[in-house]
T-cell receptor, first 117, second 118 residues
């Protein structure tokens, strides 16, 4: 079955440490997204990528970095500059991210829960 | 800019009773509308979407939603809920950003937690 795989499911970060969250999709989608979810806050966009080797900042990109070296992979690094990293992180993908695809739904992984030690 | 308001953060309802989860949006242009459901510790799953045409949209699990352009609303309804419907529900609109290559993004509401009481 096609889908999005996020790993690990739970992750703990020490002070001053960078951690990387994995996101892999086998849906052959061009666009991929990272969201942060906090209780009562809905989903907020961190970064998105329309195509390989390209990515754009979302609404809350500070303290995060991404790469898009392969179509199926979009890892997110939570850097030590992110002072409040405790949250549920969701990765998503869609067929495309250009305006012609604005009627296409996004497909989500099962998330990674990040906590501070 | 687009925004989405989900008017109730929590909705308790007895099993087999009807339920309505309210969603209002604001936008200066036409939008596409979506409802997603999230079960505990899982990702989001698409329930239904409104793109154009009939204002009453049917989705999975017996849910439906009605688009009302004059009231800028997209309320989600189910005539008879089941225990398994207990989850958080998110309303979302697609917006077109003119940064870069004209990409689009989803704007989400803050969610409504539906609790079905046996």
């Amino acid at each position: 079955d096609g889908g999005i795989t996020q790993s690990p499911k739970y992750l703990f970060r020490k002070e001053g440490q960078n951690v990387t969250l994995s996101c892999e999709q086998n849906l052959n989608h061009d666009a991929m997204y990272w969201y942060r979810q906090d209780p009562g806050q809905g989903l907020r966009l961190i970064y998105y990528s329309q195509i390989v080797n390209d990515f754009q900042k979302g609404d809350i990109a500070e303290g995060y970095s991404v790469s898009r070296e392969k179509k199926e992979s979009f890892p997110l690094t939570v850097t030590s500059a992110q002072k409040n990293p405790t949250a549920f992180y969701l990765c998503a993908s869609s067929i495309g991210a250009l305006r012609d695809y604005s009627n296409q739904p996004q497909h989500f992984g099962d998330g990674t829960r990040l906590s501070i030690l | 800019a687009q925004s989405v308001t989900q008017l109730d953060s929590q909705v308790p309802v007895f099993e087999e009773a009807p339920v309505e989860l309210r969603c209002n949006y604001s936008s200066s242009v036409s939008v596409y509308l979506f409802w997603y459901v999230q079960y505990p510790n899982q990702g989001l799953q698409l329930l239904l979407k409104y793109l154009s045409g009939s204002t009453l949209v049917k989705g999975i699990n017996g849910f439906e939603a009605e688009f009302n352009k004059s009231q800028t609303s997209f309320h989600l309804r189910k005539p008879s809920v089941h225990i398994s419907d207990t989850a958080e529900y998110f309303c979302a609109v697609s917006r077109i950003s003119y940064s870069g290559a004209g990409s689009y993004q989803l704007t989400f509401g803050k969610g409504t937690k539906l609790s079905v009481i046996p």
